[in-house]
């Protein structure tokens, strides 16, 4: 497993490049629920969150070589994930956030006039804390849901390349 997400070299297959995407998620899906445990916990590992893009890019970059392909192609399912990460972020915020959402744009907005950095802090962690409560779980399944659709066309707009080529032997 090792190997399959975290060595760029080399080509895998459709089944393999989804059994790696499947880990990913299921990890990423584990860090999105930490609040729900404890709010502190889940500030620290959101950093984490961050390293695994690695493991994303990895799999990309290898399914490209199964195909035949530059592993820059690695960017187009990145870019989408990030597109639509911002727009389902956006609207489940809004969706299940609700007047939590408008308070903390009022309430950081007021303390911003202020000038007070701390209070600015304060206004964040107490807000953060009661619209992430609120929206962890929609956002987490979305989250997957989209990982997992954007993983599945990139891997089914990719064939096979039964030869060996540049990057391995099929």
């Known amino acids: 497993m090792g190997n399959l997400l975290f060595s760029p070299k080399g ?4 089944s393999e490049f989804m059994k ?8 990423a899906a584990i860090l999105n629920l930490l609040p729900l445990v404890s709010y502190n916990l889940a500030m620290i590992f959101s950093l984490l969150g961050l390293v695994l893009i690695w493991p994303i890019i ?3 970059v290898k399914r490209a070589h199964d195909a035949g392909k530059s592993g ?6 990145i870019i989408a994930l990030i597109i639509l990460s911002v727009i389902a972020n956006s609207v489940v915020t809004k ?5 939590i959402y408008t308070q903390m744009q009022n309430a950081m907005q007021e303390a911003a006039q202020s000038g007070d950095l701390k209070q600015v802090m304060s206004v ?5 804390q009661k619209l992430s409560q609120k929206t962890v779980v929609p956002m987490t399944v979305a989250s997957a ?10 891997n089914m707009l990719l064939k096979h390349d039964p030869e060996e080529n540049q990057w391995g032997p099929a």
């Open 11 to 14: 080509r895998i297959n459709s």
């Open 20 to 27: 790696g995407a499947i880990v990913v998620i299921v990890i």
């Open 58 to 60: 990895v799999l990309a």
């Open 72 to 77: 820059w192609m690695c960017l187009l399912p």
């Open 95 to 99: 969706m299940f956030g609700g007047d």
């Open 124 to 128: 964040s962690k107490e807000y953060g």
């Open 145 to 154: 849901v989209i990982m997992y659709v954007v993983a599945f066309v990139y």
